[in-house]
């Protein structure tokens, strides 16, 4: 009976082993665990046969089968386990699955689905089936999936969907099809950019785009845009192109688009535009083309609402020719080759450049070697003006209204010798940029002409100050041309003088002038009197002084109750400014100087207030700063550079970290000094001792003598 079992038994099994070699898919039905077993149950079928050795055949046949489970049940048991994938995260009816790997929709997702998210997916066929089967989408984002095929009228039936990003795939695949994507019925948003398409490949899916309101098309290979290409989409507001290669606009490609207001049409290969007329249009944005020439259609009937166009980074030598009726307001010229302000090289010309709304004007980065104060006379509004990096070797406003409401005017980096402002002029004046030219001398009252001036930058000039009494209105300077007076401009609160070759800085230089931040950096050699800055006590914040090859600060910082910031980087101090008052200082760097010790109670004023210090890059002494050591190691104060603080120590050839010091270090370095004074102690003591003994002796015995019979 038993035999009978074992036999049927083996004839499962047998008929098992001809079903996986006629069926591999059979072994993606069993587990790991189910194998196993078969192997184990085998191996003891195996070991029972060995009990009767006339069932050989038998058994060779179960050691095959059992051979055959195992090697099965080791390849799937260490084969790696399908990948489970994170769940898509479900935000009532907002369904956000992106980079997870997905060919498609997950199943499952709950009805009404409003916003799906397959960015950054696997997606590559985009039909009914890869979305599921949800219609009533309004936000479709598959930005940056490999999708190259769409299913014509997908969308037809999607009266909901109002945006849908397809950005960064591969539709110049489906694009050669020439077949149309169909109506995108209620679509208000597409995005197309990064797809690789050329021209004539948007138009199919533009053709029939009723609601289509705002349309990217950026980094394609778009080479010209052609009269009908949006003639589908007559509602877009805005249309971005930029970064393609567009060489050609044919005539009346954007007449058809009533409410289009913005088009971005920068970094392409534009070389000129003729007769602009899009009258409706508030924002163009040309900057980064090839343009050598701009006209717009010039009629007194003519009323555009251009708010804001940019031309920047082209190759323009003239000044764009703009329609005498506009209100625009910003408008960038810089980085082209402009020469002069004539819009085609010709003098009459400047009498059409009539800009009574602009707000914003930047010409900087060109070539420009003057600029005439009538150019100015049309510009009623202008607050911002930006010439920098140019050739102009002088500068004047003299008329009252000319720039009347400017509050920014940047000349930095041109040529200036001379600048004049006429009495009452630029009273709306607060920023003044001056930097990088050849000033050596301003006006002595043309900062107190400003009467709303915060800030004033004239770094990298050649200029000298002039001293100053602090109840006087006029320098008292020898010579009076060579010098610029700082005292009492009302309302200057930022000043930067870095970079100027000052030789000294005189007493009251600021008398009456409340600055909050005056930058003396980069002046090598400046010797600066005790008193240079008296009247800045309660008013200055930040002081930088870095870079100007000091040995010693004479002036008495501990006055200015104030100040939170120092920066007194790269001189050459070899004593920390003495601070004999209670300090407010917030922030101090002391980097790059020759500081080996640092006054001990200097560091423990300072340290009611401090926060942040640097100090790298001082040969400071190990065992003679027990202040900065206890401010390093104990206190709050942040030392950001900490790594790069070391010191010095006898014992130790290279630097140490400040960090790594303990106190047996120091006290070690110490060590024979007190080994000596505590032998000659001893030596003292056993002298003394010595003497004392004979001195009792010598007593003793006179005692003896005085009562001996």
């Not at 047998?14 to 149950?41: A, K, Q």
Request: hydrophobic share 40%.
């Amino acid at each position: 009976m038993e035999k009978l079992k074992y036999r049927t038994f083996v004839f499962f099994i047998l008929s098992l082993r001809l079903n996986i070699f006629h069926s591999i898919n059979f072994m993606l039905f069993l587990s790991p665990v189910v194998l196993c077993f078969f192997c184990v149950f085998s191996a003891g079928i195996s070991g029972a046969a060995c009990l009767w050795p006339h069932q050989l055949t038998s058994t060779m046949v179960t050691f095959q089968l059992f051979f055959l489970l195992f090697v099965s049940c080791t390849a799937v048991a260490s084969a790696r386990p399908p990948r489970h994938l994170p769940p898509c995260q479900v935000v009532q009816l907002d369904v956000f699955c992106s980079n997870l790997s997905l060919r498609g929709a997950p199943v499952n997702l709950p009805d009404g689905v409003q916003t799906l998210d397959l960015s950054r997916n696997q997606v590559q066929n985009l039909t009914q089936e890869t979305l599921g089967y949800h219609t009533g989408l309004r936000h479709l984002n598959l930005h940056s999936n490999k999708i190259h095929f769409v299913q014509p009228g997908l969308f037809e039936d999607m009266t909901d969907l109002r945006v849908l990003d397809l950005s960064r795939n591969h539709l110049n695949v489906f694009g050669l099809s020439k077949i149309s994507v169909g109506t995108l019925t209620a679509v208000e948003s597409l995005d197309l950019s990064n797809n690789g398409l050329y021209t004539d490949m948007s138009d199919y899916f533009l053709a029939d785009s009723p609601s289509l309101a705002n349309l990217s098309l950026n980094g394609n290979s778009i080479t010209k845009i052609a009269q009908n290409t949006f003639s589908g989409s007559l509602s877009l507001r805005t249309i971005s192109l930029h970064n393609n290669v567009i060489m050609e606009i044919e005539d009346g490609a954007f007449d058809s688009l009533d409410h289009l207001t913005e088009l971005d049409l920068s970094k392409n290969s534009i070389t000129c535009i003729t007769d602009f007329n899009l009258f409706n249009l508030r924002v163009l944005n040309l900057s980064k083309n090839s343009m050598e020439l701009f006209h717009s259609a010039q009629s007194a009937n003519l009323n555009y609402k251009l708010l804001s166009l940019d031309l920047s980074e082209n190759k323009m030598h003239y000044f764009p020719l703009l329609p005498l009726n506009n209100v625009l307001e910003h408008l960038d010229v810089s980085r082209n080759r402009l020469q002069s302000i004539n819009v085609t090289g010709r003098t009459e010309k400047k009498a059409n450049l009539i800009f009574n709304h602009l707000r914003y004007l930047d010409m900087s980065y060109n070539q420009l070697k003057s600029i005439p104060e009538c150019f100015f006379y049309c510009m009623r509004s202008l607050e911002v003006l930006n010439v920098s990096n140019n050739c102009i070797g002088s500068f004047s406003v003299s008329h009252q209204e000319v720039l009347k409401r400017v509050k920014i005017i940047n000349l930095g980096h041109n040529a200036l010798q001379s600048l004049t402002f006429g009495e009452n002029t630029l009273q709306s004046l607060e920023k003044l940029f001056l930097q990088g030219n050849d000033l050596t001398t301003l006006d002595h009252q043309i900062l107190r002409r400003l009467p709303g001036i915060k800030h004033l930058e004239l770094q990298q000039n050649d200029l000298e100050i002039c001293v100053s009494e602090p109840n006087r209105d006029e320098p008292t300077h020898q010579n009076n041309q060579d010098c610029v007076s700082f005292t009492s401009v009302p309302n200057l609160r930022f000043l930067n003088l870095s970079d100027n070759n000052l030789r000294s800085l005189p007493a009251n230089a600021f008398a009456n002038t409340p600055l909050r931040l005056l930058d003396l950096s980069l002046n090598p050699g400046l010797d600066m009197d005790k008193d240079s800055l008296s009247g800045l006590e309660r008013s200055l914040v930040h002081l930088l002084l870095k870079e100007n090859n000091i040995s010693s600060l004479n002036t008495d910082l501990s006055s200015l109750r104030s100040l939170k910031h120092v920066d007194l980087s790269t001189n050459q101090l070899t004593a920390i400014p003495t601070w004999d008052k209670e300090s407010s200082i917030e922030s101090l760097n002391l980097q790059n100087n020759n500081l080996v010790t640092l006054e001990h109670s200097t560091m423990l004023t300072l340290e009611r207030s401090l926060k942040t210090l640097y100090m790298g890059s001082n040969p400071l002494s190990c065992c003679s700063n027990v202040g900065f050591l206890h401010m390093v190691q104990h206190s709050a104060v942040v030392v950001p550079d900490i790594e790069t603080v070391t010191c010095v120590h006898e014992e130790y050839s290279e630097p140490v970290n400040i960090e790594k010091v303990t106190e047996e270090m120091c006290h070690g370095a110490n060590g024979p000094n007190y080994t000596i004074v505590i032998v000659v102690a001893f030596l003292v003591a056993v002298i003394v001792s010595g003497l004392l003994v004979r001195y009792c002796r010598s007593r003793k015995r006179k005692n003896s003598r005085s009562f001996s019979a």
